[in-house]
Nanobody, 117 residues
C-alpha cells in the first residue's frame, strides 16, 4: 500500500537550516503532485510547498525565498524540503502529502520541527 515516511525533523536554532525527506513507496508517483504541509499547535494544517505532476512548484507566502521543495528524480519516490533561515513560527509538525490523478490522496505520519530562539 502507499506509504509516505518523513524524516529529518528536529530541534534547530532560529536562523538555522533543516532538510526534510519523504520516502514514498507502494505505487508509481511519477504523475503525482507531492507536497509538504505543516500544523502548529492550535492551528489548522497549511500548505508549505507543493510540486505538481509537471514539476512546477508553489509555496506559502510565509516561506518563499527560505524553503525549497525538490524531488530526487522524476519518479518522485523521494521528496525533499530544504528549510533555511528558520524562524520560531516555523515550528510545527510537517507532513508529506501526495495526490493521484484519481483524486485519492495520502499523508505521512509527520515529523516535528522545533525552532528555538
Amino acid at each position: 500500500q502507499v506509504q509516505l515516511a518523513e524524516s529529518g525533523g528536529g530541534l534547530v536554532q532560529a536562523g538555522g537550516s533543516l532538510r526534510l525527506s519523504c520516502a514514498a513507496s507502494g505505487s508509481n508517483f511519477r504523475s503525482n503532485a507531492m507536497g509538504w504541509y505543516r500544523q502548529a499547535p492550535g492551528k489548522q494544517r497549511e500548505l508549505v510547498a507543493r510540486i505538481s505532476s509537471g514539476g512546477s512548484t508553489n509555496y506559502a507566502d510565509s516561506v518563499k525565498g527560505r524553503f525549497s521543495i525538490s524531488t530526487r528524480d522524476n519518479a518522485k519516490n523521494t521528496v525533499y524540503l530544504q528549510m533555511n533561515s528558520l524562524k520560531q513560527e516555523d515550528t510545527a509538525v510537517y507532513y508529506c502529502w501526495t495526490i493521484f490523478s484519481t483524486g485519492l490522496d495520502y499523508w505521512g505520519q509527520g515529523t516535528q520541527v522545533t525552532v528555538s530562539s
